[in-house]
């Protein structure tokens, strides 16, 4: 750990008084009793980095890191990875996914689809949702309280319909 000497005291918070690095490549910015207030996380492979708050309810820096692997991976897949004619995914169209997904207010499961599109996982009990996105659209799916809905969404829609989704039980 390293003090930062130039820290500034505002009450019962110190502005940035410690940092700490680790050798995943993790910053965390720690208040003067050295608890966390924000992660910084750098991706691997990748140029982009994610800023997180360390006790965000429902949200998952390290699934997020997890799932920013996965899309970076989901390049390197090549036509008929499936077995069923399934194509690559263009860098383009990952890289909007990966903007998506680090606005998720809650981590799905990621998976590439033989329809060449990436699907979004989520349940929570016996309720489920699934958002297949697609270039231009996302296709939702899901089971809630034993009531099934179906419908397209816009792609600007997609965290709204997934806070939707958590605040309906």
Request: hydrophobic content about 35%.
């Amino acid at each position: 750990m390293m003090l930062n000497p130039n820290s500034t005291s505002l009450g019962f918070f110190t502005a940035v008084s410690l940092i700490s690095f680790n050798e995943t490549s993790t910053t965390e910015i720690i208040d003067k009793w050295e608890r966390p207030l924000i992660t910084i996380h750098k991706v691997e492979g990748s140029d982009s980095s994610v800023i997180a708050p360390a006790d965000s309810k429902g949200y998952s820096i390290n699934k997020l890191v997890e799932n920013l692997k996965k899309l970076e991976n989901f390049k390197n897949l090549p036509d008929n990875w499936n077995g069923y004619g399934g194509l690559g995914f263009e860098e383009n169209f990952l890289d909007s996914i990966k903007e998506i997904i680090k606005d998720t207010s809650y981590q799905p499961e990621i998976f590439p689809t033989g329809r060449n599109s990436i699907q979004f996982e989520f349940s929570k009990g016996e309720n489920f949702l699934e958002v297949e996105i697609f270039h231009d659209h996302a296709e939702y799916y899901g089971e809630i309280e034993g009531y099934e809905i179906e419908k397209n969404i816009p792609i600007n829609s997609i965290n709204s319909e997934i806070n939707a989704f958590f605040r309906s039980f």
